[in-house]
């Protein structure tokens, strides 16, 4: 009897330890993967662009200055150019680049969230430049649809006087190509342009979260990470992979 009595105990350890209360380590179902983005940060550079790493975290202070011309700079501003894209609906919008003061507190560590949490308007990531990304909407929730007539020729426009990019920042995918990474969302997670191994990314390619783990230049040993698409949602869909950090401006 003893010895029954024994083996039930145990039993019961291992059942106990097989339960997982949230952020405890599971036993017998491993914890979501967790990454480490630290290769990452030294892509990071731009006008008015700074970060400082603590124990945990990558701390983004950036004024969203582009290093690209658009006619939403000041015409004094050496970076001014009349409009010279592709759009024959393209219509100017009365905001203007100015300078910000934008925070994001990022963790060097991020891994899938628990509870996804959708993504707000106003900034929801930070590209490689310094300028802050939107999700897919616009003023009010709706969809983009008319306001991409108001995108410059490197696909960003101001709200009020915050420059941002919704889709895909031209200027990035120019410069470092069309598979580059891009920035980060403020769950941690790297963000890349619409290609991957020579072959262009759609929607039916991502999550609902608009993203898919493998491996990248930067991450030989494979990441989640989300794409830059040309179809909505174009940058993310039903919210966050990971937990967001703090964004403060």
Known sequence: MKKIGYIIFIAGLVVA?????????????????????????????????????TERTVI?????????TSPYWDTSNSLYEDYNGTN??????????????????ISLTPEEAVTHSETSLGPI???RNGVVFFNQYAAG???LEGEINSFDQWLGHPAMT?????????WLTKKYGNDAFLGLLSDGFPIYGPEENGVTITNVDLDE?????????????????????????????NGYFGTPGNITR
Do not use: M
């Open 209 to 237: 979260y608009h993203g898919h783990t493998g491996t990248t230049v930067d991450f030989p040993d494979g990441i989640y990470h989300y794409h830059i698409t040309s179809e909505d949602p174009y940058l993310n869909g």
């Open 162 to 170: 915050t420059y941002h990019y919704h889709i895909e920042p031209k």
């Open 60 to 68: 983004f202070t950036t004024q969203d200055l582009p290093d690209h």
């Open 88 to 105: 024959p609906d393209w219509r100017q919008n009365p905001g203007s680049i100015g300078v910000q003061n934008i925070v994001f507190t």
């Open 141 to 143: 929730n709706s969809p």
């Open 17 to 53: 330890c097989s339960k997982k209360n949230s952020g405890e380590i599971d036993i017998i179902n491993p914890t979501p993967t967790t990454y480490n983005i630290t290769p990452i940060l030294s892509k990071f550079s731009g006008t008015g662009l700074s970060y400082e790493t």
């Open 125 to 127: 990531g930070i590209a």
